[in-house]
């Protein structure tokens, strides 16, 4: 069972590689009709989804990997034209969906969506990397008005503490190009704005930013197999791989039909500690 309802995402990410495939040509040949493919490709990608609205901002990561002098003004007038159209679409966004983004009733407030967002960038990240507890939803770990649990403040903490110990090999700019590629492309689904949302992530919105790590994967793999330990390398890889496709099929039959998928939120839902409040909740209103 395909959830058809979500191609905008996979259009929005095949105009949005073809877009930054475009780039490169520009960078490599100097050819001008490669950049004007570019903006043909981000507005198409603009139009399956909004958050094609990153696509300058990668655009300077690409400029950064290519070792381009940012003191450059071409760099800057390059993006002009993106930009334009990046506040165009935005303009349009707010207008067609504005009431949706910027309503902060019914939601969390601000310091909570900061706490929450580590908590969100911590899932996408090991679910991508680890695809154990997958599901169509995933709640919010607490429930709106009531106070952020201790638990969670581990994750900006350990957050700050993992990047204090590890600086100086993130610096390496093949390991700082896959980070910022995924952190460039899953920022706006962070929870800091207050989508009408009731799953804390989607995994179809991380789609394209877990590129990012999967470049980091395969270059390590690479670099790995060029040591002494190139079989004990390969031997893991294909134990990690034959894992993921345990996984995918036993969770197939969740996807059976649509009983299976809401039995299976069920039983999330009914597992949670605060499932009794919500539910309580529900029903006074």
């Given amino acids: 069972m395909a959830w058809v309802a979500a191609s905008k995402v996979l259009l929005y990410s095949l105009f949005y590689l ?7 040509l520009y960078l490599d040949t100097s050819k001008s009709t490669h950049f004007y493919l570019v903006i043909l490709w981000f507005t198409l990608s603009f139009g399956a989804k909004e958050q094609a609205v990153s696509l300058p901002i990668c ?6 990997i290519y070792k381009r002098n940012f003191r ?9 034209p993106l930009l334009v159209l990046t506040i165009l679409f935005g303009i349009v966004t707010l207008q067609s969906q504005g009431e949706m983004i910027l309503e902060n009733t019914h939601f969390y407030p601000i310091y909570q969506r900061v706490i929450l967002s580590f908590y969100t960038l911590s899932d996408y990240f090991t679910k ?13 770990p607490f429930q709106v008005g009531e106070p952020v649990p201790l638990w969670i403040y581990l994750y900006p903490l350990s957050t700050v503490l993992i990047i204090i110990c590890l600086y100086k090999i993130i610096l390496k700019k093949w390991l700082a190009f896959g980070l910022l590629f995924f952190l460039i492309h899953i920022t706006l689904v962070l929870n800091l704005l207050s989508l009408a949302r009731y799953s804390v992530i989607a995994d179809r919105y991380a789609y394209l930013s877990t590129i990012g790590l999967y470049f980091i994967l395969a270059y390590s793999f690479t670099l790995l197999c060029q040591t002494k330990y190139k079989q004990i390398v390969v031997t893991i890889s294909f134990v990690y791989f034959l894992g993921f496709m345990v996984s995918s099929f036993n969770h197939v039959s969740t996807w059976q039909d649509v009983g299976t998928l809401k039995s299976r939120i069920k039983k999330v839902m009914e597992s949670r500690k605060d499932y009794q409040n919500w539910k309580n909740k529900q029903n006074s209103k």
């Fill in 72 to 80: 450059d003004h071409m760099i800057w007038y390059e993006k002009t």
């Fill in 128 to 140: 991508a990397i680890i695809p154990i507890n997958v599901s169509y939803l995933y709640p919010f």
């Fill in 59 to 64: 655009l300077l990561l690409f400029d950064y």
């Fill in 18 to 24: 073809l877009a930054i495939r475009s780039y490169c």
